[in-house]
């Protein structure tokens, strides 16, 4: 299994097949993923985008600019490329996406259960995961859910997911996980951010926690 960032990794792809139509001057310059105008012919007329590796034109470099300063970054969902579906979402069984939309909210309103350590579940939690950062490498804990013990087929897919999310650079450190927060659902924690997926059999909930010496975090596997 491979783990791809939502948005991110498809403007990226996007881009670096865009960006060749520079090479060849009777070709029209491709748009600007962001806001969907041209961008300058003259490639070193752009700007290149502040949190991913994509030139977007004088105009978006701007507006990121102004709102870098005042904190409200247009979120990587609200591109032109993205809402006009010029980015390739192809389903590939093998890619699972992180994503700062939640499509199954539903399953937090239903029946809850409360563990022992008072934590209240949705029923159809089947484990989850707390994973800390010393400083050198992870530790993560493991606790079943209300659902009871998956079975061995179900741990194979939350291994897989469990693996290639660890395998991802984000996760080398606690300094690079906070990278992810560009492309995560903000929380009313300041240092807290989610992020959701899915598998064949799973919705998936990843709460990241940005501080030492606590938590850094929680992967929750859900049946769906
Ligand atoms: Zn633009």
Redesign the pocket.
């Known amino acids: 299994m491979k783990i791809k960032v939502f948005p991110r990794d498809l403007l990226e792809a996007k881009w670096s097949s865009d960006k060749a139509k520079f090479d060849d001057p009777g070709t029209p310059p491709p748009n600007?993923l962001?806001?969907?105008?041209p961008l300058n012919k003259d490639f070193y007329h752009n700007k290149l985008c502040r949190y991913i590796p994509v030139t977007?034109?004088c105009?978006?470099g701007d507006d990121e600019a102004v709102r870098t300063y005042s904190g409200k970054m247009l979120p990587f969902e609200q591109w032109h490329a993205v809402t006009h579906g010029e980015i390739d979402t192809g389903i590939d069984p093998q890619t699972a996406f992180l994503t700062p939309v939640c499509n199954f909210k539903h399953i937090f309103e239903n029946a809850k259960s409360t563990s022992h350590s008072g934590t209240q579940h949705p029923e159809n939690l089947v484990a989850y995961s707390r994973s800390d950062y010393n400083g050198y490498r992870w530790y993560t804990t493991w606790f079943d859910g209300p659902a009871g013990r998956p079975n061995s087929e179900l741990v194979k897919e939350i291994d897989a997911f469990q693996n290639a999310l660890f395998e991802l650079p984000e996760m080398e450190s606690l300094t690079a996980m906070d990278r992810l927060h560009f492309f995560a659902e903000p929380t009313s924690e300041t240092m807290e951010y989610n992020l959701y997926s899915e598998t064949e059999q799973f919705h998936i909930w990843l709460r990241l926690i940005y501080r030492q010496r606590d938590y850094n975090l929680r992967v929750h596997y859900y049946l769906k």
Do not use: E, F, H
């Not at 962001?34 to 105008?37: N, T």
């Open positions: 600007c962001r806001c969907g105008k977007i034109c105009a978006c």
